[in-house]
Nanobody, 119 residues
Framework: QVQLVESGGGLVQAGGSLRLSCAAS????????MGWYRQAPGKQRELVAT???????NYGDSVKGRFTISRDNAKNTVYLQMNSLKPEDTAVYYC?????????????WGQGTQVTVSS
């Protein structure tokens, strides 16, 4: 079984910064993608950023240039540094681990952490 534990959310003023962390534990195959998605009230869950175990990154258009994703493979931990935060970044942020095997792909999700950006 895989568990994801997130931390680092909170309340911040517009223009401020926050850093999210997500630690994965359990049976983690080394070929995987870790990432962050977010969901605001009344909206669909959307991509924030992902990073492969080879450090290839992908960002949602709305966060490019402001957010940076990184990971520590030895700790199975992914980080999201969020700078220049805007009120529209307010959402529940979910950590995702996608494990890629030859015959299957499995997605695991964290419980979510609230990020609130005040104007």
């Amino acid at each position: 079984q895989v568990q994801l534990v997130e931390s680092g959310g909170g309340l911040v003023q517009a223009g401020g910064s926050l850093r999210l962390s997500c630690a994965a534990s359990g049976s983690i195959f080394k070929i995987n993608v870790m990432g962050w998605y977010r969901q605001a009230p009344g909206k669909q869950r959307e991509l924030v950023a992902t990073i492969t175990n080879g450090d290839w990154t992908n960002y949602g258009d709305s966060v490019k240039g402001r957010f940076t994703i990184s990971r520590d493979n030895a700790k199975n931990t992914v980080y999201l540094q969020m700078n220049s935060l805007k009120p529209e970044d307010t959402a529940v942020y979910y950590c995702n681990l996608r494990i890629l095997r030859a015959v299957s792909t499995n997605d695991y999700w964290g419980q979510g952490t609230q990020v609130t950006v005040s104007s």
